[in-house]
């Protein structure tokens, strides 16, 4: 290993290869502080040509690799195993945008880009990049890509793989794959690209990207609405569907006991619907006509939605500062779950028809199997995404719970996503979390088959091992 680190320093600035324990410190833990691990060093690495060269010396010593970006992940993907031996590849000094298309209509940057640089780069340019999500302040572009993050816009612009039009990665021999082309057809054989995407970093260092821009909507309008009850949230889905068609940029589902945990924890994001329904929905339109045009659709959506005993109640936002404020208190749930101390996460997609049954059934098997846990149910209900997260019993260690009912817990969900034809990863990815669940629910010769690829790109194992498939 000495003679590894002595010719690491041949490859990058000594400055930017962090060996000491407090200067590695801050990379060994994720966001949730689910997961830990220890690493023989970090390397801050701020070309491609620099990370090819630390992965052909990783390759030459058998040094396995752990990409980092944000460390915002919440499967522990980008978190080292225990044994010390595995190094931290970060990216975060390679971050600049290479080049804004304006005729393509595209943006080249770099994977240590963070995700808010990138919206505001793109909003320079008159140009709206539409991915969205909670910890866009901290997340970076390589980070999104790796995982094919999704957030609030999936409904409309799609998730990160829809996004991307082309890439550069470092295979796991240290070669440069230059993929970095903005074209919106390209059927040249096997779509690397979207090998790569998604693959948590075992399979390729991602450098850089690009990306498709899209132009900036006029006028957005944010509503807040109650429903009684799932079967009413999803007619009201598909007749905004219907009506609104590619206006409809929003549709997230928030539980009352969802709620109830952000105003405990954040009393000035409480619901302003009366009562704190049973189901509230944020609801966003988005328009390149004029504000008028989609104000009046909204409302007469809303009015169709009244009328057929969808909805209870409406607030719309009458400015940006409050349609922001519904935005937060949406975002909030899940700093709420962290303050509340650890959860058992469950993000997972089921289709639209299936969704009721799935609430239905899980939830009164989870009751009845677990009583007192407090059920966390959220998601952008538009993609048939839930975060149906499990807080412990209220004045039950969250550890403790965690450590004896974890596995029971998870299979009791992913059974049920089973059952629905759903998937048990929807955006967040699978990481060490859900290694098991994905080797349970996969499907054998599906399995089979990642593994294949897992052997032919990467046959010492030397790129994030034991992360999404074990070889
Ligand atoms: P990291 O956590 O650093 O890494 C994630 C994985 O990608 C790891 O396996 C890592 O090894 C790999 N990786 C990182 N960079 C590279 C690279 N350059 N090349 C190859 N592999 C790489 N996710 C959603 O999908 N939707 C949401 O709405 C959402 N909301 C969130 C809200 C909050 C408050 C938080 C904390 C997280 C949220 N996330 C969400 C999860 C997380 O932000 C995303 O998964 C994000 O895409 C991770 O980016 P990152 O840069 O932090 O990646
Ligand atoms: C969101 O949609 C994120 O807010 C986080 O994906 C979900 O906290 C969670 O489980
Ligand atoms: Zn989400």
């Known amino acids: 290993m000495q003679d590894f680190i002595q010719q690491l320093s041949g490859a990058i600035d000594q400055k930017y ?11 060994l833990t994720d966001w949730r502080k689910r997961f830990t691990g220890k690493a023989l060093a970090v390397v801050l690495p701020s070309t491609s040509a620099e990370v090819a060269g630390i992965i052909k010396l990783c390759a030459q010593h058998q040094v396995a690799v752990v990409p980092q970006g944000g460390h915002t992940g919440f499967c522990g993907g980008a978190t080292p195993d225990n044994s010390g031996t595995q190094i931290i590849l970060n990216l975060k ?87 970095i082309k903005g074209l919106r057809k390209d059927n040249t054989g096997y779509d690397l690209r979207d090998l790569f995407i998604g693959s ?26 109650a429903c009684e009850n799932v079967a009413s949230t999803i ?25 109830d945990l952000n105003e405990k924890h954040f009393p000035q994001m409480a619901n302003p619907l009366k009562g704190n329904p049973p189901y509230t929905v944020l609801i966003e339109l988005s328009d390149h006509e004029s504000e008028e045009h989609v104000r009046q659709l909204l409302e007469a959506i809303l009015e169709e939605a009244f009328e057929a005993q969808l909805i209870s109640d409406a607030v719309i936002a009458s400015n940006l500062s409050q349609a922001n404020g519904f935005w937060h208190m949406r975002e909030h749930i899940t700093l709420a779950q962290a303050q509340e101390g650890a959860n058992l996460k469950h993000d997972i997609t089921i289709p639209l028809s ?35 997260n499990i807080a412990p019993p209220l004045g039950i260690d969250p550890k403790t719970f965690n450590e004896f009912n974890e596995k029971q817990i998870h299979e009791l969900v992913y059974d049920q996503v089973e059952r629905c034809k759903g998937s048990i990863s929807a955006e967040h990815g699978v990481g060490q979390l859900k290694l098991d669940g994905l080797r349970a629910h996969k499907g054998k010769v599906a399995h089979e088959l990642m593994k294949t690829l897992k052997r032919a790109l990467d046959p010492q194992n030397i790129l994030n091992p034991h992360k999404v498939v074990s070889i």
């Open 17 to 27: 290869l962090l060996t000491q324990e407090e200067d590695k410190a801050p990379y």
């Open 93 to 179: 000094r390679m971050n600049r945008i290479r080049e804004v298309d304006v005729a393509n209509q595209t943006i080249t940057l770099e994977a240590g880009c963070i995700l808010q640089a990138v919206q505001d780069k793109a909003v320079e340019h008159g140009f709206l990049f539409p991915l969205s999500l909670g910890a866009e302040g901290s997340c970076m572009i390589g980070g999104n890509l790796a995982t094919n993050a999704g957030g609030t816009n999936v409904l409309r612009y799609g998730n990160t793989r829809d996004l991307c039009l082309g890439l550069e990665v470092i295979t796991a021999k240290g070669e440069i794959w230059n993929g």
């Open 200 to 225: 948590e970093g075992t399979l390729g260092i991602i450098t850089a990207a690009v990306m498709k821009l899209y132009p900036l909507p006029i006028s957005q309008w944010t509503t807040l609405v």
């Open 235 to 259: 007619t009201l889905l598909n007749l905004f569907q219907k009506r609104a068609s590619a206006l409809l940029t929003g549709f997230e589902m928030m539980t009352r006991e969802s709620l």
């Open 354 to 388: 299936s969704l009721e049954s799935f609430i239905q059934v899980t939830d009164a098997l989870m009751r009845d199997r677990f009583p007192g846990v407090r059920i966390i149910n959220f998601g952008h209900l538009g993609d048939g995404n839930l975060h149906y």
